[in-house]
């Protein structure tokens, strides 16, 4: 058994396929009157989706009110954009249709008449591509997650390395200053040996002087002629041993002169070096598509010497020199 049609209750000619808010139900003939007559084109109209029930030998039908759309014109704010123009890609109402976009009429869609069924194919296809995009989104997300991870143990590393590094520069400053500390008490020690040894010299021959002073004034005092007789047989020599033993300890027993100096040409290469051995480097891994991880990296182990490589240098330039001989 059909259904009761729904009669148009503008014209009551024809069943309604449609509903207007101010005019009621409406059919197609006054569907299209609400289109292009202006004082109906402010009216907000639905249409009924029927669906027949086919297999059961029924009319049932399920009427569905869609509200096509509420969207105002943009060059005419009190009309509704009921038209589609895909060739400016924008909403338009029927003022507009019938001005400037009239050469535009083939590619207009009346929104109202046309789109009134759910296109399930694009709407598949929309999900479709929502769906690839949140995967992507997830995949940069975790990717970032990753990353981040990575990085934070890398610069973990990275900065116990530099510390090490620090460590490592330190004990060999220490070892080289060491050296030379030792070196420099050790030559301040002889120097005090060689004060020492100098002093007890002097010491001893100031004692023979004085004590020698002292018999020869005591000889005379006491005319004591023959005693000083066989004191002046032997004194000049034991004066010049005297002497002899003071050029020997001053020329055996010399203060080693030294002094501390920086060396500011070696100090400026050894910074400059260890600006490149501690310099700090963005290393890209991954491919190209831009997923890649920027990491820090120290520059490669230096394997020779300054002296080394200067030493391959001048033979280079001496190869060189003989080459073009």
């Known amino acids: 058994m059909a259904s009761k049609q729904i009669q148009c209750e503008m014209c009551g000619n024809e069943n309604a396929v449609g509903n207007c808010k101010s005019c009621g139900y409406v059919g197609e003939t ?14 907000t109209v639905f249409i009924h989706e029927a669906v027949e029930m086919h297999g059961y030998g029924s009319e049932n039908q399920n009427l569905i009110l869609r509200d096509i759309t509420e969207e105002r014109c943009k060059q005419h704010p009190t009309e509704k954009a009921i038209f589609l123009c895909n060739i400016h890609d924008s909403m338009i109402c029927g ?6 976009h009239i050469p535009c009429a083939k590619d207009v869609v009346d929104l109202l008449h046309e789109v009134v069924n759910i296109d399930c194919e694009k ?13 992507e989104v997830m995949l940069l997300k975790d990717e970032a997650k990753h990353s981040k991870e990575c990085n934070r143990i890398n610069a973990d590393k990275c900065v116990q390395q530099c510390m090490e590094l620090g460590n490592k520069i330190k004990r060999r400053v220490d070892e080289l200053t060491s050296d030379i500390r030792n070196g420099i008490t050790k030559k301040h020690n002889e120097n005090m040996t060689t004060h020492s040894h100098i002093t007890n010299m002097c010491e001893e021959k100031t004692k023979w002087c004085d004590d020698v002073e002292s018999k020869i004034d005591s000889f005379v005092d006491n005319t004591m002629a023959g005693h000083l007789y066989l004191m002046s047989r032997h004194f000049e020599k034991e004066a010049s041993d005297a002497r ?6 001053k020329h055996t027993h010399t203060f080693k002169g030294f002094d501390f100096k920086e060396n500011n040409v070696i100090l400026k290469c050894l910074f400059e070096d260890l600006d490149e051995v501690c310099e700090q480097q963005d290393e890209v891994t991954g491919s190209g598509d831009g997923n890649a991880n920027d990491v820090f990296a120290s520059t490669p182990k230096i394997n020779k010497t300054r002296r080394e490589l200067t030493v391959l240098l001048n033979q280079a330039k001496l190869e060189l020199d003989n080459s073009e001989k």
């Open 30 to 43: 006054c569907i299209d009157i609400h289109k292009t007559v202006k004082v109906f084109q402010t009216h």
């Open 244 to 249: 002899s033993h003071l050029k020997e300890i």
């Open 95 to 100: 003022r507009c249709l019938h001005s400037e």
């Open 123 to 135: 709407v598949n296809t929309m999900k479709s591509l929502l769906k690839e995009v949140k995967t």
